[in-house]
């Protein structure tokens, strides 16, 4: 009977988190002040279960920040309309980072994973081929199955007990230029939610700068694996059969047409891009079952993704909306005002100086915990490209520039810990000992870029 009860209360949770997201979509379509209000109801009582579940130090911070930003923005006097307005603010990611998981479904079902498994047990004999598959594998993945991709990869080669420094480098490495342009991540749709840049014009650069970054860090492992070759010989390689390839082929072609997909709903109908991917999220599964009438089959991850993803965003939502909150309160406290004027008359000093100053803050405050959303989001409302003297784009690639470098370094964020958890090292090791002068070169490469975009 206990049983039954907790298996009853495990997919009400589920249904409130996903009624959240879905009556989120409805209202921005809509526009009705008293559903903004249910939305927002539903988003506390999704934040307090998860409170019930969370881990042990997202809980807590959680918790701090969210309870920091409710009494900063009710002393700021704007009361319940305030509170409202931060809370739903962050709704848009919340929805994103729970419905993006659907799309791993007809990847699954397509038999994509298996091709991308023999891929990479064919490149064993070949270090810097293997790395390269590896960060090229998931240059393509992680923008749609965030970090689900590193634990995909990582059940492929757990077996194989790779070097712990090789699987830090290429998870790192491979990850992290996601967060620089995929408009599946919060990184993207947030910064450029806030600056109001619309996700076309800003594309080319992302996937520019990620690429750059995918090239050296490939350059800087040719390097690093002459001084450390690899002590284990691998098996011969496997065949890769026309099937697989073609499967691979179809892979890069699905991840393209997604993007252009979105693309193209944006420039026709200039909703906003976070809504988009989440309607794409919703449609590609029913699509895939249209197309290879294969209902039943989806039956099962479906019912997985409602009784088992969606409640493993417990540590996700408790960081994330308390993040936002925080970062909404701070905009126009005297604090916030006192960043924003020092780092604008930085700016007008030296350009270097500020992209440092910017990317030191953001590190200094990750480094303790606190998640990119607080400190990046801050910013990105406070801060006016106009008065630093750089245009909109320059000043969302810095940003996500040094969320991307923040993501990788920090060993409080959720790709470090993974990894680290993988490898059996600590964060300190995966970010900075592994991947330090990688995303060091990264950083110094990108300001100058930024500065000669302006």
């Known amino acids: 009977m206990k049983k039954v009860i907790q298996q009853g209360e495990t997919v009400m949770r589920s249904y409130l988190i996903l009624g959240m997201c879905v009556l989120f979509l409805i209202q921005y ?15 506390i009582l999704a934040f307090l279960g998860s409170a019930l579940k969370a881990d042990k ?23 319940i309309e305030g509170i409202s307005e931060g809370i739903f603010l962050i709704l848009p990611l919340l929805s994103l980072i729970t419905l993006a998981p659907l799309l791993s479904i007809p990847l699954r079902l397509g038999g994509y994973f298996q091709s991308i498994s023999v891929l990479l047990k064919n490149l064993l004999a070949q270090p810097k081929k293997l790395y390269a598959g590896i960060t090229g594998t998931l240059f393509f993945l ?32 491979g990850f992290s230029t996601a967060v620089m342009w995929s408009p599946y991540f919060a990184s993207v749709s947030l910064v450029l939610h806030y600056l109001n840049i619309p996700y076309k014009e800003y594309i080319i650069y992302g996937i520019g700068l990620s690429l750059l970054s995918l090239v050296i860090g490939n350059i800087l492992f040719a390097f690093w694996i002459k001084r450390h070759p690899l002590a284990r010989e691998h098996s011969a390689k496997l065949k890769i059969e026309t099937n697989t390839r073609n499967q691979l082929i179809k892979l890069v072609f699905f991840v393209i047409i997604l993007i252009g997909t979105c693309l193209l709903v944006e420039s026709i109908t200039n909703w906003s891009m976070i809504v988009i991917v989440c309607l794409v999220s919703i449609v590609i599964p029913l699509l895939f079952g249209l197309q290879s009438k294969r209902w039943k089959e989806l039956i099962p991850p479906l019912v997985d993704f409602r009784d088992r993803t969606v409640l493993m965003l417990n540590n996700e939502i408790m960081l994330f909306m308390s993040a936002g909150m925080l970062a909404f309160a701070m905009k126009g ?6 960043v924003s004027h020092f780092l604008t008359n930085l700016a007008h000093q030296s350009f270097l100086l500020f992209a440092l100053a910017v990317m030191v803050i953001v590190l200094g405050i990750t480094y303790i915990g606190v998640h990119q959303i607080a400190a990046v989001g801050a910013l990105a409302m406070q801060l006016n490209a106009a008065e630093i003297g750089i245009s909109n784009i320059g000043l969302a690639l810095l940003l996500l520039l040094t969320w991307s470098i923040s993501t990788a370094l920090s060993p409080f964020s959720g790709l470090n810990l993974m990894v680290s958890r993988f490898n059996g090292i600590s964060g300190v090791q995966t970010g900075l000992r592994f991947n330090g002068l990688h995303f060091t070169i990264i950083a110094v490469i990108g300001i100058g870029i930024i500065s000669i975009i302006g």
Do not use: C, H
């Open 57 to 79: 130090f997202p809980r807590w911070l959680g918790i701090f920040m969210m309870t920091s930003g409710l009494l900063i923005e009710w002393n700021k006097g704007t009361g």
């Open 29 to 43: 379509f809509v526009k009705v002040q008293w559903l903004e209000y249910i939305v927002v109801g539903l988003s």
């Open 333 to 338: 406290t005297t604090a916030a005002n006192g």
């Open 142 to 173: 992680t923008p749609i199955l965030n970090l689900g991709s590193v634990r995909i990869i990582n059940e492929f080669l757990d077996e194989l007990k790779l070097p712990s420094a090789l699987s830090a480098k290429g998870y790192l490495v």
